[in-house]
């Protein structure tokens, strides 16, 4: 009830005339049955741009970070992030993460639409780095289509470390759903988990005009933030 209220009529309305979103292939969504949106990922406002278009609820899973806060601003961000649609996902590795990836799996096993940016974070320069296998096993536990998606400019209305968007317009790009089902039973396989990540990755790449670089995004983070170390220090 919360979600349709935000959506159609208390930030919806209001986000939908500031950023006035230009879509393609929104007929690519089913109108029904589980499936896993995969986007790239280049702003903290592609999860709640994305859903102003759909017509179906989509669950995305955001870091646990943006749950975990204290006193009553952590209590609110939590209930708000929840209340949009936000799951939260454990990136430690282990046990944790697999917790996080069962919740998601429960979702679409129910039927529902889940976004997932297999980079795992967001990129810090525009590019698109290599994806993380775990939507892979999640397409093979599923047994759900994979529906690409490219948002396109999020990054100048919000970059990194901006708290606030600017007034701007943005795009998104739907591609066709993507079959694997050739490679059901075949989980434990870790090349096979590869082999889908890295498809799902072309496909993205082929949707937009990013450079791909075949790298993960947070090693990527890593080295971008230690240069400016460095450079601070010798200030």
């Not at 179906?56 to 209930?79: E, I, M, P, Q, T």
């Not at 282990?94 to 917790?99: D, L, M, P, V």
């Not at 320069?125 to 529906?147: E, Q, S």
């Amino acid at each position: 009830m919360i979600y349709w209220l935000l959506r159609h009529w208390i930030v919806g309305p209001y986000m939908t005339r500031v950023f006035r979103p230009w879509v393609v292939g929104l007929d690519n969504l089913p109108e029904s049955g589980g499936a896993i949106i995969a986007g790239n990922h280049l702003s903290v406002i592609d999860s709640f741009l994305m859903p102003l278009v759909l017509q179906r609820r989509v669950y995305f899973l955001a870091k646990s970070d943006y749950f975990n806060g204290k006193g009553v601003k952590g209590r609110l961000l939590r209930w708000f992030f929840l209340a949009v649609g936000q799951l939260p996902m454990d990136r430690s590795g282990g046990e944790k993460s697999s917790q996080s990836l069962n919740a998601a799996l429960e979702h679409l096993q129910g039927g529902q639409l889940i976004g997932i940016y297999p980079e795992g974070t967001r990129s810090p320069d525009g590019k698109l780095y290599r994806g993380r296998t775990g939507v892979a096993r999640m397409v093979l536990d599923a047994r759900v289509p994979v529906i690409p998606c490219v948002m396109v400019d999020t990054e100048k209305i919000m970059p990194i470390g901006r708290r606030l968007p600017r007034v701007g317009r943005i795009g998104m790009i739907f591609g066709e759903p993507i079959d694997f089902s050739r490679y059901y039973n075949l989980e434990g396989d870790r090349f096979v988990l590869r082999s889908i990540t890295d498809e799902i990755m072309v496909t993205i790449n082929r949707l937009s005009d990013q450079e791909y670089v075949d790298v993960y995004a947070s090693s990527a983070k890593a080295r971008v933030e230690a240069e400016r170390k460095a450079l601070a220090a010798r200030r």
